[in-house]
């Protein structure tokens, strides 16, 4: 079955590392995205990518880093340059022009980042 | 610009009342709309979706009618169940435009 895979579940980082986050689609999806989402709160637009080595910034791209070398991978690098990172970061997917109108976007399971 | 606007939550229901969620937009041009549920600790589902005026999306019980004349989207559940308990965002797009997400909407349902 297609669908995005986001690894790992739970990640743990010291303070003044830098951890990544895979995002992996089989959905031969163009566009990919990074949210993030702080408790009881909405989401929030990290980076997008709408075609293979390029991207954009969201709403919230500062202490955050990708690359789009593939179109099935979205690594999010969360630096030390981010002062609050615990979160939880949903990655998500879709087609590009009328495909995302007619199907939205489709999203992993999240990897649930926390500070030690 | 475009723009979502959920009723605050939380919304606490009893095993098999009845639910409205309400959510209205602002966009330019002719949206689609959606409804994504996310369970506790889970990402976000597609729940149901609407792609021109007077569609209406249904899924698992759950309906919601584009209506163009009131900018509205809400969403209905006859007999809601404790197992729907989770966070239910409304979002809409618009031709070449991201994904526009409302703030979200917790529902609590007791048995």
């Known amino acids: 079955d297609g669908g995005i895979t986001q690894s790992p579940k739970y990640l743990f980082r010291k303070e003044g590392q830098n951890v990544t986050l895979s995002c992996e689609q089989n959905?031969?999806?163009?566009?990919m995205y990074w949210y993030r989402q702080d408790p009881g709160q909405g989401l929030r637009l990290i980076y997008y990518s709408q075609i293979v080595n390029d991207f954009q910034k969201g709403d919230i791209a500062e202490g955050y880093s990708v690359s789009r070398e593939k179109k099935e991978s979205f690594p999010l690098t969360v630096t030390s340059a981010q002062k609050n990172p615990t979160a939880f970061y949903l990655c998500?997917?879709?087609?590009?022009?009328?495909?995302?109108?007619?199907?939205?976007?489709?999203f992993g399971s999240g990897t649930r980042l926390t500070v030690v | 610009g475009n723009s979502v606007t959920q009723m605050e939550g939380p919304v606490t229901l009893s095993e098999e009342a009845f639910l409205t969620i309400n959510c209205t937009y602002t966009?330019?041009?002719?949206?689609?709309l959606f409804w994504y549920v996310q369970y506790p600790g889970e990402g976000l589902q597609l729940l149901l979706k609407a792609t021109k005026a007077d569609d209406k999306g249904s899924n698992k019980g759950f309906e919601a009618t584009y209506r163009k004349e009131t900018t509205s989207f809400h969403l209905e559940k006859g007999s809601v169940q404790v197992s729907d308990s989770a966070v239910y965002f409304c979002?809409?797009?618009?031709?070449?435009?991201?994904?526009?997400f409302g703030t979200g909407t917790r529902l609590l349902v007791s048995p």
């Open positions: 966009a330019t041009g002719y949206p689609s």
């Open positions: 998500a997917s879709s087609g590009t022009g009328g495909d995302s109108g007619n199907y939205g976007y489709t």
């Open positions: 979002a809409l797009i618009t031709g070449f435009q991201k994904l526009v």
């Open positions: 959905l031969n999806h163009d566009a």
